[in-house]
C-alpha cells in the first residue's frame, strides 16, 4: 500500500485522509472509498503515486483530481426491505435495518500532477501513469490548494475573480495580462453568473487601468456607468451610440448588409450591385446611409441613361437592362429605409436615459484611440439594431482596432462581447455569413 509521505516542511498544514483508491484505475479518472461526509462533489483532491520518468527513473509526485460524483450504497439493506417499507409506510427508523453501514464512492477525474517538493510554485502537469488502487486520498489544505490554482501569477498583474465554488476559501486568480492579450470565453446556462464574473472582471481590470471595450447589443451594461464613476473617479467612462460607416477596404461587408436587409436579387441584378460597389467610391468616413443614398442615386442615373439610349456612364454594364437596374436602385432604398429605421429605434432608446450622455462613435479607422485608451471604458450601445447591422458595426470597429493593435498605435485592451451568440451565430442558424464571424474568428486565431 502506497503511504502518503508529505510532511510539514512540504506543505502547509497535514492533510487530512478522506478515503482509498478502489478497483481499476488510468490515466484519466479513479474511485475512492470515501469517509462519511468527508467531501463533497466538487471538491479538489489529492493522492501520492510513482510515475516513471525516462531512462528507468521514478519520480514521486502529487496527483490531483475533481470529484466529479458521489454514489451511495448500503450492502446490508436489500432492494426487497427497502420496497416493503415504501408500500407500507414504515419508517426505517423503527427498524432494525442498519443505517450506520452506508458507504460512498467517489469518480474523480485526474487534473494533472505536480512533483512532491514544496509547495512554493507548483506546476501542474498531465498524468502519464495511473494512480495504484488501494492509495490514500487525501483533502488539500487551503493555502496549499491556493498556491497550486494561482501558482503562475507572479509579475503577471494577477487578479481576483472569485472562489471556488465547492471551496469558497479558496481564492481564484487569473493573469491580466493573458487575459487582455490573449482570449476568454464565458459560458454558462441562464443564472449560471456569467454576467456577475464579466463585470467582476471588468472591474479588477480598472483597478489596473486597463483600457475596456463593451458591446452590448441591449443596454445590459448602462447600469455600470454610474457606479464606475463614483469607484473610479479619474476613469473616462465613455457610452457610444453607433455609426455605420461605409469601410473603403472591405466591400464585402457593404455587400452581404444590402443582400441580407434588401430584396432576394437575380443573378444579373446581382452583377449590376456589384459593379455599383466597385466603380463607385465613398468618401472617407462617409455613413454607410450616405453611401447607399449615392449608390441609389447612379443606379437611377444609370437606368435613365439606358432608357434614352445613352451610353454615358454604362461602361461595363451596356447589356444590363434599365429594368435590372431599377430593381436594384429598389432594393437599395428598402435597406436605406430599414437603416434609418434601425437608427431612428437607437436614439429613442437613448432618450429614454436623459441623465446619462452618449456620444457617436468615432472612426475606427483614423481615431482609434479615443475609443481605446489607458484608464477609460468605452459602452458600444447598440439596443435597437437588428441582429445583421450590429454584426457589421462590430465587425467594422474590431477589424480596425484589430488592426492598430498590430501596428502597437493603441494599448492592450479587453474586449467583452455581450451575447456573442449574437455576433458568432452558428451555421444551423443560416447566419454563419455574418461579418462578424469572419472577424472574431481571425482575432481569436491571430492573437
Not at 484519466?28 to 510513482?50: P, R, W
Not at 439594431?385 to 465587425?395: A, G, N
Not at 461579418?435 to 481569436?444: D, E, L, M, N, Y
Request: charged share 25%; net charge positive.
Amino acid at each position: 500500500m502506497s503511504v502518503f509521505k508529505l510532511n510539514t516542511n512540504k506543505i502547509s498544514v497535514a492533510w487530512k485522509p478522506i478515503g482509498t483508491i478502489v478497483g481499476d484505475t488510468n490515466i484519466n479518472e479513479y474511485k475512492f472509498y470515501l469517509k462519511q461526509l468527508k467531501a463533497k462533489k466538487g471538491d479538489i483532491v489529492a493522492t501520492e503515486a510513482k510515475l516513471p520518468a525516462g531512462d528507468g527513473k521514478v519520480i514521486d509526485v502529487i496527483v490531483w483530481g475533481r470529484i466529479m460524483e458521489i454514489f451511495s450504497y448500503n450492502d446490508f439493506l436489500p432492494n426487497e426491505a427497502t420496497k416493503e417499507l415504501t408500500e407500507s409506510d414504515i419508517n426505517i427508523e423503527n427498524t432494525i435495518l442498519p443505517l450506520t453501514t452506508n458507504d460512498a464512492i467517489c469518480s474523480v477525474k485526474n487534473l494533472g500532477y505536480t512533483i512532491n517538493k514544496p509547495l512554493n510554485n507548483p506546476e501542474l502537469k498531465p498524468l502519464n501513469y495511473p494512480v495504484l488502487p488501494g492509495s490514500s486520498v487525501r483533502y488539500p489544505a487551503t493555502e496549499d490548494l491556493v498556491k497550486l490554482l494561482n501558482s503562475d501569477m507572479d509579475g503577471k498583474n494577477p487578479i481576483y475573480i472569485g472562489n471556488l465554488i465547492a471551496r469558497q476559501d479558496v481564492k481564484v486568480f487569473v493573469s491580466a495580462d493573458q487575459m487582455v492579450s490573449r482570449h476568454v470565453l464565458v459560458i454558462g446556462m441562464t443564472g449560471a453568473g456569467k454576467s456577475v464574473w464579466v463585470r467582476r472582471s471588468v472591474r479588477e481590470l480598472m483597478e489596473k487601468k486597463y483600457p475596456i471595450l463593451i458591446i452590448d447589443p441591449h443596454g445590459d451594461n448602462l447600469g455600470i456607468v454610474q457606479k464606475a464613476k463614483k469607484l473610479f473617479p479619474n476613469h473616462k467612462i465613455k457610452l457610444f451610440y453607433p455609426k455605420l460607416s461605409a469601410p473603403k477596404n472591405n466591400k464585402e461587408i457593404i455587400f452581404t448588409l444590402i443582400e441580407k436587409l434588401g430584396n432576394k436579387l437575380t443573378e444579373p441584378q446581382y452583377e449590376f450591385l456589384n459593379w455599383l460597389l466597385t466603380n463607385i467610391e465613398n468618401e472617407s468616413g462617409s455613413t454607410l446611409i450616405n453611401y447607399i443614398k449615392l449608390l441609389i442615386s447612379r443606379a437611377n442615373s444609370a437606368a435613365n441613361n439606358k432608357r434614352s439610349k445613352s451610353t454615358s456612364g454604362l461602361t461595363g454594364i451596356s447589356h444590363t437592362g434599365a429594368t435590372t437596374m431599377g430593381v436594384v436602385a429598389r432594393s437599395l432604398k428598402k435597406v436605406k429605409t430599414k437603416l434609418e429605421e434601425m437608427e431612428e429605434r437607437n436614439k429613442s432608446n437613448m432618450n429614454k436615459f436623459p441623465h446619462l450622455k452618449f456620444e457617436e462613435l468615432p472612426d475606427p479607422y483614423s481615431n482609434a484611440e479615443k475609443i481605446v485608451d489607458k484608464a477609460q471604458v468605452s459602452i458600444l450601445y447598440l439596443k435597437g439594431y437588428e441582429s445583421l447591422p450590429s454584426s457589421t458595426i462590430v465587425s467594422i470597429l474590431l477589424e480596425n482596432l484589430f488592426s492598430h493593435r498590430g501596428f502597437k498605435t493603441i494599448p492592450p485592451f479587453f474586449t467583452v462581447i455581450e451575447e456573442a451568440q449574437n455576433f458568432i451565430p452558428s451555421k444551423s442558424e443560416g447566419q454563419g455569413d455574418f461579418p462578424s464571424v469572419g472577424t472574431i474568428k481571425k482575432i481569436a486565431t491571430e492573437g
